[in-house]
C-alpha cells in the first residue's frame, strides 16, 4: 500500500507509485478507489493552489463547524514543511503536531483530517503547494492558532525571524 501511518491517527501519509523512463514521470496523485481502500473517504469538492516564496509560512488555519475540512495537500514545484495539529476534542493526540517536509521531488502528500490546523513553511526559493478539502470554504469559519504558541513547541526549519507572515496571520490567537 502506498499508506504510511504516523503517530497521530488519522493523519496520513501518502506515497504515489512514480513510474520514470526517457521522458519524465507519470503517477496518479489521486484515485477515490485506491484511498478508500485504505479508509480514507473523503468528497473532495475544493481544489486550492498558491505559489509562495521562501520562508512564507501559511497557518496554522482551520474551519470551525459546521465547515471542517479534511485535506490532501501535496507540492508540485519546491518544497515545504508541512505541519499539522490535532485540535480533535476527544482524541489522544490532542495538542500534538506532525511535521513533513513535501516536495515536487518526494512527491509525498498529507491526508490531514478534519479537526486538525494544518500551515506550512517554503523551504526553498518558491513552491507551488495544492490541496483537496472535503468541504467548501467558509469565511465566517475561518480559524487558526498561532504558528509560534509555546505549548505546541513546533520546530520549524527556519529561523523564525525569517518566516514572512501575513498580518492575519501574525493576529492568530494561541492554543491554549
Not at 45 to 63: M, W
Not at 157 to 167: G, M, N, R, T, Y
Request: one cysteine or more.
Amino acid at each position: 500500500m502506498p499508506f504510511l501511518s504516523t503517530p497521530i491517527e488519522g493523519l496520513i501519509i501518502f506515497e504515489p507509485q512514480v513510474w520514470e523512463d526517457h521522458r519524465g514521470y507519470f503517477f496518479e496523485s489521486y484515485n477515490r478507489r485506491t484511498f478508500e481502500a485504505a479508509g480514507i473517504s473523503a468528497d473532495f469538492v475544493q481544489d486550492n493552489q498558491a505559489r509562495s516564496t521562501y520562508g512564507v509560512l501559511r497557518g496554522l488555519h482551520f474551519q470551525k463547524p459546521p465547515f471542517e475540512q479534511a485535506k490532501l495537500v501535496r507540492v508540485t514545484e519546491g518544497a515545504v514543511f508541512d505541519v499539522a495539529v490535532d485540535l480533535r476534542p476527544d482524541s489522544p493526540t490532542r495538542g500534538q503536531w506532525y511535521g513533513i517536509e513535501l516536495s515536487a521531488e518526494n512527491k509525498r502528500q498529507l491526508f490531514v483530517p478534519r479537526g486538525f490546523a494544518h500551515g506550512y513553511v517554503v523551504l526553498s526559493p518558491t513552491a507551488e503547494f495544492c490541496y483537496k478539502c472535503d468541504n467548501f470554504y467558509s469565511k465566517d469559519h475561518d480559524a487558526g492558532i498561532r504558528f509560534d504558541d509555546p505549548a505546541l513547541q513546533i520546530e520549524w526549519p527556519i529561523k523564525l525571524q525569517d518566516a514572512v507572515l501575513s498580518e492575519k496571520d501574525l493576529a492568530l490567537p494561541f492554543y491554549l
